[in-house]
Every structure is written in structure tokens, then in C-alpha cells.
């Protein structure tokens, strides 16, 4: 089992920068791919980045290519999502997740064992 909890989120403007992070539990956190997810209000959840389990391989959804980075320090059980030049189309509930599966399904919401409560982040023009 993997407890996963968010922060960073907040309310910032168009252009501003935030830091999400995600701290799990447990001694097995290189064991899996992290990914995160965004959730908008009335649509679908959307990926927006994975990493593989040693952080050598990244993954990003078209919509935030230069914009935002993930990372991981699996010394510390942590997954980073650095968010540059927010847009207020980036506002949604930001989710971390864990998988186990292989790295050529981590777009897939459905491939995750495992979810954290989400974090809200506000971008106003």
C-alpha cells in the first residue's frame, strides 16, 4: 500500500510559477512510476506527466511542453511537478499517482494502483 499526499498547490496569476509536491509512504517508492494528473471542473481527468521509477525517462502532455517538469528524489519519497508560465487553462485539481506497470502506459489514468487527494490550483489572468 502507498499513501500519496500533495502540496503546493494555491492561487497565483497567469505567468506566475508553483512547485507541486507529492510525499509517499512507505520504503518502496522506486519501485514505482509517478504520474500526474489534472482535473478541471466538468471534464475528464488529463495527464499531464510521468516519470519512470529511476527518474531517467520523462513524459508530458503536449499542453505543457516547456512549461512544466517532473522530477523525483527517491531519497526522500518525493515526486516534483515544477509549473513555470501557468495559464489559466492549467486551473484544475492537480493529482499524483502511483503505478507499477510498465513505462509505455504511464498516459493511461486507468494503469495507476494508486492516488493522492488532489491539490487546487488557481491561475487568474
Known amino acids: 500500500q502507498v499513501q500519496l499526499i500533495e502540496s503546493g498547490g494555491g492561487s497565483v496569476q497567469a505567468g506566475d510559477s508553483l512547485r507541486l509536491s507529492c510525499a509517499a509512504s512507505?520504503?518502496?517508492?522506486?519501485?514505482?512510476?509517478m504520474g500526474w494528473f489534472r482535473q478541471a471542473p466538468g471534464k475528464e481527468r488529463e495527464f499531464v506527466q510521468a516519470?519512470?521509477?529511476?527518474?531517467?525517462?520523462?513524459y508530458y502532455t503536449d499542453s505543457v511542453k516547456g512549461r512544466f517538469t517532473i522530477s523525483r528524489d527517491n531519497a526522500k519519497n518525493t515526486v516534483y511537478l515544477q509549473m513555470n508560465s501557468l495559464k489559466p487553462e492549467d486551473t484544475a485539481v492537480y493529482y499524483c499517482?502511483?503505478?507499477?506497470?510498465?513505462?509505455?502506459?504511464?498516459?493511461?489514468?486507468?494503469?495507476?494502483?494508486?492516488w493522492g487527494q488532489g491539490t487546487q490550483v488557481t491561475v487568474s489572468s
Open positions: 512507505g520504503r518502496t517508492f522506486s519501485r514505482y512510476a
Open positions: 499517482a502511483a503505478t507499477q506497470a510498465p513505462t509505455d502506459g504511464l498516459a493511461s489514468a486507468s494503469r495507476y494502483d494508486y
Open positions: 516519470i519512470s521509477r529511476s527518474g531517467d525517462r520523462t
